[in-house]
């Protein structure tokens, strides 16, 4: 994950591709499942195998997207 931009939100990124905007936490399994990943709702975010954090762990976002 890229760090949060000024509004909270993060760039995701995936075996070297950008998938998209991740706007919340849930936006991430949905980028995961996208990309073929084999179970992205039981998916550690916290297993640093499979996420690097910037600029805050999977607590840190905005409150919504505006």
Do not use: C, N
């Amino acid at each position: 994950m890229y760090p949060p931009d000024e509004r909270g939100w993060r760039k995701v990124r995936y075996d070297e591709q950008i998938l998209g905007t991740a706007y919340q936490a849930s936006d991430v399994v949905e980028f995961l499942r996208e990309a073929g990943h084999p179970d992205p709702d039981a998916a550690d975010r916290t297993d640093e195998a499979l996420f690097e954090w910037r600029g805050g762990g999977p607590e840190t976002w905005a409150d919504s997207p505006s």
